[in-house]
């Protein structure tokens, strides 16, 4: 059964940093894409950064392009999340996202590109 667990919540201030982690275990995370979503109070999931399994290839939303990197260590089965320049706009509960097969292109950029979810990590930024 694979899992995730996500970890690295916090509150912080604006412009200050945060590293979310999501530990994966059930399968080898090496192979597939994963991703992080998150989801404001009131507000509907959205789509925060996405990495290939390799290559380096990654997707970002325009609103965190330049301030977050999503990176990924294939023998802790570990993918990350450095948020930085934070802004009370970020504060959500984030959830990463593995996918179900090792393909790469813009669907990743949606919920409906994965089938695996952790239970999620809440990011609160004070202004």
């Known amino acids: 059964q694979v899992q995730l667990v996500e970890s690295g919540g916090g509150v912080v201030q604006a412009g200050d940093s945060l590293r979310l982690s999501c530990a994966t275990s059930?399968?080898?995370?090496?192979?597939?894409?994963m991703g992080w979503f998150r989801q404001a109070p009131g507000k509907e999931r959205e789509f925060v950064a996405a990495?290939?399994?390799?290559?380096?290839?990654?997707y970002y939303a325009d609103s965190v392009k330049g301030r977050f990197t999503i990176s990924r260590d294939n023998a802790k089965n570990t993918v990350y999340l450095q948020m930085n320049s934070l802004e009370p706009e970020d504060t959500a509960g984030y959830h990463c996202?593995?996918?179900?097969?090792?393909?790469w292109g813009p669907g990743r950029r949606t919920e409906k590109g994965y089938n695996y979810g952790g239970q999620g990590t809440q990011g609160t930024v004070s202004s």
């Open positions: 996202a593995g996918a179900p097969t090792t393909g």
């Open positions: 059930g399968r080898t995370t090496s192979t597939y894409p």
């Open positions: 990495i290939r399994w390799r290559g380096g290839h990654t």
